[in-house]
């Protein structure tokens, strides 16, 4: 079993900045793929950014520019850095973690981030 716990979210005005972080425990090797997703009020949940255990990312258009991905492996977590805030990325955060062999995909919590205008 693998556990994410997610912190950093909260309430920021527009044009502001936060931090999220998110931390993996468990038993297993390595991670191959970890992420953020976002789900809005009404909304499908969908892809925010994610990282391979070798550097490559990946981004959603939306946020491409703002957005900055990271992740240590030997602590086993991942960031978000998320710049120049709008009131659209008003989002449920969920942390996402893949083991590409096994097909096995496990998510956190969530953290919330509201944005004001």
């Known amino acids: 079993q693998v556990q994410l716990v997610e912190s950093g979210g909260g309430l920021v005005q527009a044009g502001g900045s936060l931090r999220l972080s998110c931390a993996a425990s468990?038993?297993?090797?390595?991670?191959?793929?970890m992420g953020w997703h976002r789900q809005a009020p009404g909304k499908q949940r969908e892809l925010v950014a994610t990282?391979?255990?070798?550097?490559?990312?990946n981004y959603a258009d939306f946020v491409k520019g703002r957005f900055t991905i990271s992740r240590d492996n030997a602590k086993k977590t991942v960031s978000l850095q998320m710049n120049s805030l709008e009131p659209e990325d008003t989002a449920v955060y969920y942390c996402?973690?893949?083991?590409?062999?096994?097909?096995?995909?496990?998510w956190g919590q969530g953290t919330q981030v509201t944005v004001s205008s």
């Open positions: 996402n973690a893949y083991f590409t062999r096994v097909g096995a995909d496990y």
């Open positions: 468990g038993t297993f090797f390595r991670i191959n793929v």
């Open positions: 990282m391979t255990s070798s550097g490559t990312t």
